[in-house]
């Protein structure tokens, strides 16, 4: 008989994300102003994030009790929160997420070469395309009307 402990697992591994006293690693992700560092283990992020099991081989820090440290400007703080509850818990929440959103936590899932993630999202977004299409039209819409809007037509010459 086989019995499936793993929701009791992920959530153990959530309790470690959220545990300020054991870390061993900080992340500082996003450009300023929109700059955050994260708690982390070197221990999980070296097995769930092929990325960063790179970056830390090449840094492997001498025993001298120095705390580790990388930056990911690519990502946003948003972005990376959901990212990292992905990497310890082994799920994601993407209720509370538009088609934009996604996107973006699918272009840092791609960077860190979170492969198992990135084929979810991408079947998700492939299966919801028509909806998520439209919404980043209408986004695009938006943005591009906004911008004209911007512009002076002072000086513009009709002929």
């Given at each position: 008989?086989?019995?499936?402990?793993?929701?009791?697992?992920?959530?153990?591994?959530?309790?470690?994300?959220?545990?300020?006293?054991?870390?061993?690693?900080?992340?500082?992700?996003?450009?300023?102003?929109?700059?955050?560092?994260?708690?982390?283990?070197?221990?999980?992020?070296?097995?769930?994030?092929?990325?960063?099991?790179?970056?830390?081989?090449?840094?492997?820090?001498?025993?001298?009790?120095?705390?580790?440290?990388?930056?990911?400007?690519?990502?946003?703080?948003?972005?990376?929160?959901?990212?990292?509850?992905?990497?310890?818990?082994?799920?994601?929440s993407l209720e509370e997420c538009d088609a934009l959103d996604i996107i973006k936590i699918l272009g840092a899932a791609s960077e860190l070469s979170l492969h198992e993630l990135v084929t979810y999202l991408q079947s998700l977004l492939v299966e919801n395309k028509t909806k998520w299409i439209e919404e980043i039209l209408i986004l695009y819409i938006k943005q591009v009307l906004k911008t004209i809007l911007s512009w002076n037509f002072k000086n513009i010459v009709l002929i």
């Open positions: 008989m086989v019995e499936n402990f793993l929701p009791k697992l992920s959530q153990n591994l959530l309790d470690v994300l959220n545990d300020e006293e054991f870390y061993d690693i900080t992340i500082e992700v996003g450009k300023d102003p929109y700059v955050k560092i994260f708690r982390a283990h070197v221990v999980i992020l070296y097995y769930r994030s092929p990325y960063l099991k790179r970056i830390l081989s090449t840094n492997k820090k001498e025993n001298d009790k120095t705390l580790a440290h990388i930056k990911l400007p690519n990502i946003s703080p948003e972005i990376f929160q959901i990212i990292l509850r992905y990497i310890y818990g082994g799920n994601v």
